[in-house]
């Protein structure tokens, strides 16, 4: 099975799962609150998926390795390259 | 480690990535089990409104890249008919 049919696979498991509880197709008697939590959940489930992927992504550029001194040598050697070419004639 | 911006712009994402989390769970999972008569309920907005802005919100993204999208395709039309 592909990766796209097992994902699939899963959420049509966890959503027919929540559905019936929600309806109460399955005749569970769920006292109110957990009712009140279950409803929201998929709602729930992507909003901290967004967040968790937001968190990561600014984390990540937080703690990212620069190199600054070469940073600075690669643009020096740029604008060398740029003049060497410009000389020979080549427009940019 | 990053400097400068680049660390200021990570770590605000972070930080609003973990406030945005903390007030969503509390409301979301916490809440319910909070007797209606709490103080703290004056600090959340009715319930349905934990689905609907967040949909609201999802609708607004694909709408903006979907015009994003439009908007460089048109430019990139425009510029092969001018080449042509």
């Given at each position: 099975m592909t990766k796209l049919a097992q994902w699939l696979w899963g959420l049509a498991l966890l959503g027919s799962t929540w559905a019936a509880l929600t309806t109460g197709a399955l005749g569970l008697e769920l006292p109110s609150s957990c009712r009140e939590v279950l409803w929201p959940l998929p709602a729930y489930l992507l909003v901290s998926a967004g967040c968790y992927a937001l968190g990561t992504v600014g984390y990540r550029v937080a703690t990212f390795h620069d190199c600054e001194d070469a940073a600075r040598e690669l643009q020096s050697q740029i604008r060398e390259a740029r003049a060497d070419l410009a000389r020979r004639g080549m427009r940019f | 480690m990053a400097t400068g911006t680049d660390q200021v712009v990570g770590l605000g994402l972070v930080a609003v990535s973990l406030i945005i989390f903390t007030y969503y769970t509390a409301w979301v999972i916490l809440l319910p089990f909070i007797?209606?008569?709490?103080?703290?309920?004056?600090y959340f907005l009715p319930r349905a409104y934990a689905v609907a802005i967040p949909l609201a919100a999802g609708l607004m993204l694909l709408l903006f890249v979907g015009l994003f999208i439009t908007y460089v395709m048109l430019k990139n039309q425009k510029a092969t008919k001018k080449v042509q």
């Open positions: - | 007797d209606s008569q709490h103080v703290i309920h004056k």
